[in-house]
T-cell receptor, first 114, second 118 residues
Framework: AQTVTQSQPEMSVQEAETVTLSCTYD???????LFWYKQPPSRQMILVIR??????QNATENRFSVNFQKAAKSFSLKISDSQLGDAAMYFC???????????FGTGTRLQVFP | DGGITQSPKYLFRKEGQNVTLSCEQN?????MYWYRQDPGQGLRLIYY???????QKGDIAEGYSVSREKKESFPLTVTSAQKNPTAFYLC???????????FGNGYTFGSGTRLTVV
């Protein structure tokens, strides 16, 4: 069975600075997708970025980028030029090639200070 | 606009009662899911359905039941057998089909239902 681990329950960053959220996962599959979701206080889940396991190039979406290390099973999220609106819970998630299930980590609460 | 609607937003249940949480989608998605969210535990899968009239247990199905009589609807019943039902419940849906297209979009989530036992 696949598992996703987020070892940082809370992180904080100064506005305009850069922060990196960590995520590791365990799987025996070679094909899969990885995602970062943002959950603001409204609790609506918002897709931030995705990464296809077969792609070596790291995904980037504006200020958000990932560092995908397939051999190490690591998938960290970097937020550049942090903004107050980035404050939220961030969940790392794994989607299996063989099932429809999305497996989540326990989340990291990000605080952004002015 | 297409999306997923969960209702009610807040729900209070007395001990020993069954309650049903509604989830409706107009995205024409084949698959639907129910997750439970507790502080410090992330999202845990309760039940999922990949096609009408069929569903499978997730990781924490005990004390819950579902039905999938229509493609658009996937209601979740929290029964009196669920010992600790107070939580935030999220419904989601996704497409099936081509791996590269559907899986890469992750899921579409509803706005959730907060259930409290009183």
């Amino acid at each position: 069975a696949q598992t996703v681990t987020q070892s940082q329950p809370e992180m904080s960053v100064q506005e305009a600075e850069t922060v990196t959220l960590s995520c590791t996962y365990d799987t025996s599959e070679s094909d899969y997708y990885l995602f970062w979701y943002k959950q603001p206080p409204s609790r609506q889940m918002i897709l931030v970025i995705r990464q296809e396991a077969y792609k070596q190039q790291n995904a980037t979406e504006n200020r958000f980028s990932v560092n995908f290390q397939k051999a190490a099973k690591s998938f960290s999220l970097k937020i550049s030029d942090s903004q107050l609106g980035d404050a939220a819970m961030y969940f790392c998630a794994y989607r299996s090639y063989n099932t429809d299930k999305l497996i989540f980590g326990t989340g990291t609460r990000l605080q952004v200070f002015p | 606009d297409g999306g997923i609607t969960q209702s009610p937003k807040y729900l209070f249940r007395k001990e020993g009662q069954n309650v049903t949480l509604s989830c409706e989608q107009n995205l024409n998605h084949d698959a639907m899911y129910w997750y439970r969210q507790d502080p410090g535990q992330g999202l845990r899968l309760i039940y999922y359905s990949q096609i009408v009239n069929d569903f499978q247990k997730g990781d924490i199905a005990e004390g819950y039941s579902v039905s999938r009589e229509k493609k658009e609807s996937f209601p979740l019943t929290v029964t009196s057998a669920q010992k600790n039902p107070t939580a935030f419940y999220l419904c989601a849906s996704s497409t099936k089909g081509n791996w590269a297209d559907s899986f890469g979009n992750g899921y579409t989530f509803g706005s959730g239902t907060r259930l409290t036992v009183v």
